[in-house]
């Protein structure tokens, strides 16, 4: 009984080892931690297929698990709002922005991933490789499911010896570009304190 314990415990720091190499090297390559993140999500999407539409919330977790860790969300938030707005804004304006926009991102990440049906994803290799490079574009195809395949792209940015998500566009519209004209909307009217009140009411529900 003893020794089954011991083979257990034994088994479990190796997977959790591996996974640590996988997730480490995964990083330094930018295909390769988009795939990481893939895998991660459909196996997640697949375990729980039967409840998505009506408990989002596990999709919620799954997109804070995966993705969050991964992406650039200082330079995401930075890059949907003006540069003046953005440097003029305070520590704590720029820290709430960001916890604001981020749950934004995974609600609207999330609703598309409500409805996966078994779609599985085809990354493409980078053209020209990613060596020596700031920032990347790693194309894809989500395939399956009941319509065409989905182009999306993926545009990466290098921090140290890690990449990081920053933007993604689908079908040639880009997620930061849509975020951008939204909040240029807001913020005709007003300034980063009303496009900051906007975002937290319509992160409540208000």
Known sequence: MRSNKLLSAVLILCLTWFTSIAQAQS????????????????????????????????????????VVPYADLTEMSRRVVPPQV?????????MQFQREFTRILIR??????????????????????????RTVEVNSEIRGGQGQAIRVTYRL???????????MSVE???????????????????????LLSRLSSHNSGR
């Open 27 to 66: 990083q330094s390559d930018p295909v390769g931690l988009l795939r990481y993140i893939a895998n991660n999500m459909i196996a997640g999407l697949k375990a729980n297929k039967a409840t998505l539409q009506s408990k989002p919330q596990i999709v919620y977790n799954l997109a804070y698990k995966y």
């Open 86 to 94: 953005w440097n003029n804004a305070t520590p704590a304006q720029r």
């Open 108 to 133: 609207t990440y999330a609703s598309g991933l409500a409805a996966y049906q078994d779609q599985v994803v085809q990354f493409y290799p980078i053209r020209g490789g990613y060596a020596g490079k």
């Open 157 to 167: 940015l290098r921090n140290g010896s890690v990449w990081r998500l920053y933007d």
């Open 172 to 194: 040639g519209v880009s997620m930061l570009d849509s975020f951008r004209e939204q909040f240029a909307d807001i913020l005709g009217q007003g300034n980063m304190e009303q």
